[in-house]
């Protein structure tokens, strides 16, 4: 057999399913000279532009080596005073409640409570999966997704795509979500899940819409999102009937109304530099979870020079997001989810230390069920059988094996958040949430320090 080396995408695929464990693949060294600026990434694409006129397009996360501060910050843990907690012999509570909460709880009569709540939703781990629509991933990994949530007790986002009808018995473990494309909206999806999500960004592409190709609306899929078969799937930059913080509040209040109060509407944007402001805004819209998604968050498909180069690193904007909520006195009012590149256990107590109340987690699910971080994702020929709905490839995963993964990776995230909170001395996320005592940066500067509002290792 012989290999084709200009077809190959580094998915490993070969490697990892080889019998004999024969196969290794390695990046193939550049002959280009040695340049600081003109780098073989550059050059190349430069030689695709000039061959196509084209956008250079990518999938997934921003890979480029700006710092990740979740590196640069680290935990605390009980001594002497305070001692640790072990969490196999002691209660250990990691159930989160979203939702606007009361800035204060009356009681009567002893044990009634007299103060009125805006629906809850408990999940049981900090940890949510994040919007992928039906048409970026295919049916087999959603039906992974929404039976990983049903087992764990979190949720899983439909994104933008809409709700295959096979879904919908899943909707206590659902968020729906409503975004500039309007695609599969109706009052039925409306009120198929627990809460619904306005997109207004997302981190990968902040300040552009989304486009699902033609070839890619088969039967179902156009089923779904309501739009007709091999039509291309063009979700707009804005929502058109969003110029203002009042139109955001028309439209939440509109969803609300439409689903008589009962679910909670969240409002998702990209990080991106005045996030404080626009939170803030959105919290006096009524929203009832702001979605802050950072610039490494992964995507279908994106431009390149969008991916790599708009928006900011989610972990200055959760802090500063946090600290003006705070600041402003409206905190309680909503709660706050980050998203983008959220790697492991550490990466989820630091974010939660920070001061987001729950994390939502893409990339990393999709690496636990096979994905190699390719960047392919946009040319619709997944080799794992993710991002695709190629029937060839998308029968590579299978949902019930893909459910199994998803919860080991929750179940196993749930240990480690457990043992790192015990080592703190602390029995429940309630204790750590903007908990920014239990941080210390390492190698970072004043400006950073501050904005991410902790001390450095030592002081
Ligand atoms: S989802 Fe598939 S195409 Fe996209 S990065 Fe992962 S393995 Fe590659």
Redesign the pocket.
Known sequence: MRADETKCVG?HRCEALCPTGAITIRRNPSDFRDNALWTPWHIKNIYKQAATGGVLLT??GNPCPYPIYWDRILLDASQVTNPSIDPLREPMELRTYLGAKPDAIEVINGDELKTAFTPQIPIEYPLLFSAMSYGSINLNIHCGLARAAEEMGILYNTGEGGLHPSLYKYGKNTIVQCASGRFGVHRDYLNAGVAIEIKVGQGAKPGIGGHLPGEKIGPEISLTRMIPEGTDALSPAPHHDIYSIEDLRQLIYALKEATDYQKLVFVKIAAVHNSAAIASGMVRAGADVITLDGFRGGTGAAPTMIRDNVGIPIELALASVDERLRQEGIRNQASLIVAGGIRCSADVVKALALGADAVYIATAA?IAV????????YTGK???G??TNDPYLAKRINPEIAHEKLANLIRAWGHEIQEMLGGMGINALESLRGNREKLRGIGLNEMELQILGIKHAGA
């Open positions: 998915c999938g997934m999709l096979g994905c190699t971080i390719c960047q392919r994702c997944c080799p794992w993710i991002a």
